[in-house]
């Protein structure tokens, strides 16, 4: 057995790979938008049922797999146009190469949490890029809590305390009038809303 060996930062050296990227944008006329969207998304729901699948454990309005195409509707048009700039730009820092056609959104839909409604954890499979854009997000609402790989592992260590190397979870608190992207095979959730308020996300799935 060797001995006297010293593991200090001297005799090892730390490497970080596999980065999660998730990148957040902010639109610059948000307000405006915002209280135009909210009226077009309040129509939507009146006039479209709730999309929530049996199988969900949690409560949640999702116009998901009814109405997931609101980059057809003009009222919807300049968000949906401003999400795929979006994408563009998160694509572009990647180095991630782009069909001639550029990016696609292949759904994009809204879901509305009100006070006790959460969404599991979940991904959006058959897609690359996944957005949320935050029509209301008020203060108290619910964070987006994004997922490691490693934390459905069967087996892990308990951990001393919390650091960046052993972290499993990360939330992020959303803000109004940004969009949050994110690679579409990350696990993520939101937690029950404990507020009053309505939190409202137009969330789309993108392909390059
Ligand atoms: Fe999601």
Redesign the pocket.
Known sequence: MLTGTQHTDQHRSLQLIFPTVVERYALSEAETVNRDLEQSIKALSDRTPNGRLDGYSCDIYTTYGVEERLYDYPEFMRITDWMVSCFAAYAHRMSYATSPQGIRLTQCWVNIYQRGFA?EI???PNNIL?G?YYVKAPPGCSEIIFHAPQAFSSMRADCRNDSGLNQLSHAIQPQEGEMIIFNSAIK?NVPPSEIDDERIII?ANALL
Do not use: A, K, W
């Open positions: 969404h979940h991904t959006h996944s949320v993520h969330s």
